[in-house]
T-cell receptor, first 113, second 113 residues
Framework: KAGVTQTPRYLIKTRGQQVTLSCSPI?????VSWYQQTPGQGLQFLFE???????NKGNFPGRFSGRQFSNSRSEMNVSTLELGDSALYLC????????????FGEGSWLTVV | GESVGLHLPTLSVQEGDNSIINCAYS??????FIWYKQESGKGPQFIID?????DKRQGQRVTVLLNKTVKHLSLQIAATQPGDSAVYFC????????????FGTGTRLKVLA
């Protein structure tokens, strides 16, 4: 069974631009969550989606948004990029119910210059 | 890719010895815990999990211990190998109905040959 797939793996953007990251969950998994990982803050929860609905959101500004499609694939978008948005963005999938094991993809490395 | 967690606490262990990595969790209501291993340039990889109705769980070469009284989790790795070198994170979840995980800061394990 294929794991969680994230694209692109690496990208460089300029301050003020926007970026869209994509995630395909493990087959059969209906929940997708996103995390930001930085050296200073560690792994921080961004949001979680199930059946195209956001069920929970972390403490990030409104520039961070996401969505989920009917096939459970998800995207996250960051608008008006700031230097501090440079991070590894991780997508994780799980079956659904909360209190499930979440499995991570390899992440998308975003550098903002 | 970059390395995340450049200033993590580090545990150095001789190859063949046992390793113990500790984690203090934050919320007494958390009832599901996972240990992840993250190698450089990769996403976190599931190692082992435990629910709050247990105090010990064993896997292949790994054991997780849970002490709810003091909100403490530990990961024991038997006969540590060079391939075990990585950053290890604990994650806590507050169970069904909650969809985000809170991650510890991580511990870097270095295996000395």
């Amino acid at each position: 069974k294929a794991g969680v797939t994230q694209t692109p793996r690496y990208l460089i953007k300029t301050r003020g631009q926007q970026v869209t990251l994509s995630c395909s969950p493990i087959s059969g998994h209906r929940s997708v969550s996103w995390y930001q990982q930085t050296p200073g803050q560690g792994l921080q929860f961004l949001f979680e989606y199930f059946s195209e609905t956001q069920r929970n959101k972390g403490n990030f500004p409104g520039r961070f948004s996401g969505r989920q499609f009917s096939n459970s694939r998800s995207e996250m978008n960051v608008s008006t990029l700031e230097l501090g948005d440079s991070a590894l963005y991780l997508c994780a999938s799980s079956l659904a119910t909360g209190g499930d094991t979440i499995y991570f993809g390899e992440g998308s490395w975003l550098t903002v210059v | 890719g970059e390395s995340v967690g450049l200033h993590l606490p580090t545990l150095s262990v001789q190859e063949g010895d046992n390793s113990i990595i500790n984690c203090a969790y934050s919320n007494s209501a958390s009832d599901y815990f996972i240990w992840y291993k993250q190698e450089s340039g990769k996403g976190p990889q599931f190692i082992i999990d435990i629910r709050s109705n247990m105090d010990k769980r064993q896997g292949q070469r790994v054991t997780v211990l849970l002490n709810k009284t003091v909100k403490h989790l530990s990961l024991q790795i038997a006969a540590t190998q060079p391939g075990d070198s990585a950053v290890y994170f604990c994650a806590e979840n507050r169970g069904a109905g909650t969809y985000k995980y809170i991650f510890g800061t991580g511990t870097r394990l270095k295996v000395l040959a």
